[in-house]
């Protein structure tokens, strides 16, 4: 079936730092890859997302590009803020019988940025 | 557009007792998801609804829960009896129909903080 798998955390990173958190899958087809985040006390927010082979996703700084051969889709931002302190799931979908529409997560990266 | 809308945002219950915490999709989203969280098994997926029926109800993790959506606008998710290793955050997400299902992801709720004594 379906799985994503995301990088062991926690994260802890100074402000103004670069940010990679890892994120590799296994699915059938050609599955949809997104980022959400997920702020304290909240629920989950779509953060960015990619469709197909190449795409790269973006918003707010961050951005992911979806890479078949690898199976990737790694998040990155090239300046955090104490503000993107979050937990951080990567996840996909795939079309296709009883998992249409279907949302396979990851575990989720805890992120804390320090002043 | 309010977004998904649960209710109520926090319960504490006793252990024993029947909780039902409840959920209202965005109006045109044809699929509904209950998870739940916790610090130890994460994100979830509990049971998930297309068109009012239910498609997957694997994650449901025993006989005690149990969902309902009677409509496409209002859905349930019942424990009977609770126990206090329910309590988790429990989260309710809807998405459009069909391909714009993975073009957009889902629209997550503020969730229900369910603590069981």
């Known amino acids: 079936g379906d799985s994503v798998t995301q990088m062991e955390g926690p994260v802890t990173l100074s402000e103004e730092a670069f940010l990679t958190i890892n994120c590799t899958y296994t699915?059938?087809?050609?599955?949809?890859l997104f980022w959400y985040v997920q702020y304290p006390g909240e629920g989950l927010q779509l953060l960015l997302k990619a469709t197909k082979a190449d795409d790269k996703g973006s918003n707010k700084g961050f951005e992911a590009t979806y890479r078949k051969e690898t199976t990737s889709f790694h998040l990155e931002k090239g300046s955090v803020q104490v503000s993107d302190s979050a937990v951080y799931f990567c996840?996909?979908?795939?079309?296709?019988?009883?998992?249409?529409?279907?949302?396979?997560f990851g575990q989720g990266t805890i992120l804390t940025v320090h002043p | 557009d309010a977004g998904v809308i649960q209710s109520p945002r926090h319960e504490v219950t006793e252990m024993g007792q029947e909780v039902t915490l409840r959920c209202k999709p965005i109006?045109?989203?044809?699929?509904l998801f209950w998870y739940r969280q916790t610090m130890m098994r994460g994100l979830e997926l509990l049971i998930y609804f297309n068109n009012n029926v239910p498609i997957d109800d694997s994650g449901m993790p025993e006989d005690r829960f149990s969902a309902k959506m009677p409509n496409a606008s209002f859905s349930t998710l019942k424990i009977q009896p609770s126990e206090p290793r329910d309590s988790a955050v429990y989260f309710c997400?809807?998405?459009?129909?069909?391909?714009?299902?993975?073009?957009?992801?889902?629209?997550f709720g503020s969730g229900t903080r369910l603590t069981v004594v």
């Open positions: 996840a996909l979908t795939s079309a296709g019988g009883t998992s249409y529409g279907k949302l396979t």
């Open positions: 109006s045109g989203h044809d699929y």
């Open positions: 699915a059938t087809g050609y599955p949809s």
């Open positions: 997400a809807s998405s459009r129909p069909g391909i714009d299902s993975i073009n957009y992801g889902y629209t």
